[in-house]
């Protein structure tokens, strides 16, 4: 065989076997989701509990994080998720939920609109996927 043609044989022999080795490519992670259902008072507007449905690949570590706002006639009531929500994903929709206290330097949440700015997020390892809710909300009794 001329030395030309040997050459290409030589790596393809020398590739094959590795790609055999190596496999294919794991799957991309999908992007998780993110649905809010309902935005509750508690307590006199102490704060609120907010529900979700997430969906997130199996085995990854999910985190909720977030604030919601609400205008209280010249003041304004606010509160973040005091410690980030986190479970494992299933794979599944899964409902969730997380009591968001108001701030006490703030006034009380009431009935009515609010702004509600959440992020959920996927983390199959070291790279997080996420899921954002950027939305006018009801807060509702």
Not at 31 to 36: D, E, I, N, Q, R
Not at 66 to 89: D, F, K, L, M
Request: with cysteine; proline share 7%.
């Amino acid at each position: 065989m001329p030395r030309t043609r040997r050459l290409p044989a030589m790596i393809m022999a020398l590739v094959l076997p590795l790609l055999v080795l190596v496999g294919a490519a794991p799957a991309a992670a999908a992007a998780p989701t993110l649905k809010v259902t309902s935005v509750t008072l508690v307590a006199k507007g102490a704060g609120v509990r907010l529900d979700v449905v997430v969906t997130c690949d199996e085995g990854s570590s999910g985190e909720l994080r977030g604030t919601i706002t609400q205008a209280a006639g010249n003041r304004i009531a606010n509160g973040s998720v005091p410690q980030y929500r986190i479970w494992t994903c299933t794979g599944q929709s899964q409902p969730l939920s997380t009591l968001i206290p108001a701030d006490v330097a703030g006034a009380p949440f009431h009935t009515g609109e609010a702004l509600l700015l959440m992020v959920a997020y996927a983390c199959p390892g070291a790279n997080c996927e996420e899921a954002r809710a950027e939305q006018v909300v009801r807060i509702v009794r």
